[in-house]
Structure formats: C-alpha cells, structure tokens
T-cell receptor
Framework: GAVVSQHPSWVICKSGTSVKIECRSLDFQATTMFWYRQFPKQSLMLMATSNEGSKATYEQGVEKDKFLINHASLTLSTLTVTSAHPEDSSFYIC???????????FGPGTRLLVL | RKEVEQDPGPFNVPEGATVAFNCTYSNSASQSFFWYRQDCRKEPKLLMSVYSSGNEDGRFTAQLNRASQYISLLIRDSKLSDSATYLCVVNGAGGGFKTIFGAGTRLFVKA
C-alpha cells in the first residue's frame, strides 16, 4: 500500500509556542490530505481537508487561525499549531489520498504534549 | 442520529471465536465503505474495502447492504493479534466526498 510519513512522531513544547507537523506521501501524489485529531479513548475527529494548491477546508469548531494548514505540493502538507496550550495536547494524524483513489492512507501520527 | 454508527463494544471473546461488528450509516448517497483497524496509540490501517457483493480476505468477511444502509465485518477464528479497535468508514456521508469515521468498536481476544 501507499506510504505516508509524519514528522515529528512526538513533540513536547511549552505553552505559547508554535509546533509544525509535516505529512508526506512517499510513493504517490496526494491531491488531498486530511488532518485528524484523536484524544485518548475517543474516535478520530477530522480537523480539515486540504487540496494541493488551495486553501484548506476546516470543520466546524476548528479555528483556522490556530491550526494553519499548508499543502504546497503534491507530496507535502504541514499543520502548524500556533500558540499551543495544554488543551491542544493530542494525537494528530494526517492521511493522504491521490486522484481517483477512495482510500486514505494514514501517517503514523504525531503525539503533541503541551506543558 | 450519528452519520456513522457502530456497536459500542468492547467485545471480549476467547481465541477461536467468531465475532461480528455492525455499522450503519445515515446518508443513502454514500459512495464507498471501508473497515480500518487501529491498534492502541497507532494510526488507523486499512483492513478491507466493503462491496455490495461481499468480500472476503482470509478470516475476515465484509458485507454491505445498501438498502438497509448497513455494513458488517465478520472475523472467524479470532487470534490474540486481532485485538484492536475496528473503525467503520464511509465516504460521501454528510454530502460531497466527505469521509466519516465511526467511533470504533474495541475488540479484546483472550487466550
């Protein structure tokens, strides 16, 4: 299957700092990338959908100025959590889908802990 | 009503048991359907797609009933390694090509 990588795999930061997470599709061109958040023992929650070269579409309740998404190329999307706070601590997972694909391929996730 | 609804679980079964997971979706225009597996503290991984004709992959059988808007996953001869959360995923639910994940059903297979 297709491979998606995420970096970093985990990060600990101080409250108020910004954290950037990268998501890369390694062996296919990802026209669409998705960003999810998962709190312990809860289901995946879609945060936003991004298409290469255009602005991301955010789900209701997700602050676009706080969670900046850039999808500048067909193999890379980034999520920046700006001015992170302890309540932003979570497991952030990206997924990618190519043209004419229905399946999403997930990255390994990034664990964020904000102190 | 949730767009994609799964059995709440958890399911606790002995090794060798057969276990069935159910999932219903609300949008009749939904286009494609999948089962994913998620291990603790890991990302979801695609288990199998689901087709109206039903499909089987080893011990796993998936079925789709479009009329009832119902999806199932059957695991035969459960192994300890099958312990995970199983996520029902529907594309096209909620309009457009949106992907909706069910909340997942946790499976524990015991020796």
């Amino acid at each position: 299957g297709a491979v998606v990588s995420q970096h970093p795999s985990w990060v600990i930061c101080k409250s108020g700092t910004s954290v950037k997470i990268e998501c890369r599709s390694l062996d296919f061109q990802a026209t669409t990338m998705f960003w999810y958040r998962q709190f312990p023992k809860q289901s995946l929650m879609l945060m936003a959908t991004s298409n290469e070269g255009s602005k991301a579409t955010y789900e209701q309740g997700v602050e676009k100025d706080k969670f900046l998404i850039n999808h500048a190329s067909l193999t890379l999307s980034t999520l920046t959590v700006t001015s992170a706070h302890p309540e932003d601590s979570s497991f952030y997972i990206c997924s990618a889908r190519g043209d004419f694909q229905e399946t999403q391929y997930f990255g390994p996730g990034t664990r964020l802990l904000v102190l | 009503r949730k767009e994609v609804e799964q059995d709440p679980g958890p399911f606790n079964v002995p090794e060798g048991a057969t276990v069935a997971f159910n999932c219903t979706y609300s949008n009749s225009a939904s286009q494609s359907f999948f089962w994913y597996r998620q291990d603790c503290r890991k990302e979801p991984k695609l288990l199998m797609s689901v087709y109206s004709s039903g499909n089987e992959d080893g011990r796993f059988t998936a079925q789709l009933n479009r009329a009832s808007q119902y999806i199932s996953l059957l695991i035969r001869d459960s192994k300890l390694s099958d312990s995970a959360t199983y996520l029902c995923v529907v594309n096209g639910a909620g309009g457009g090509f949106k992907t909706i994940f069910g909340a997942g059903t946790r499976l524990f297979v015991k020796a």
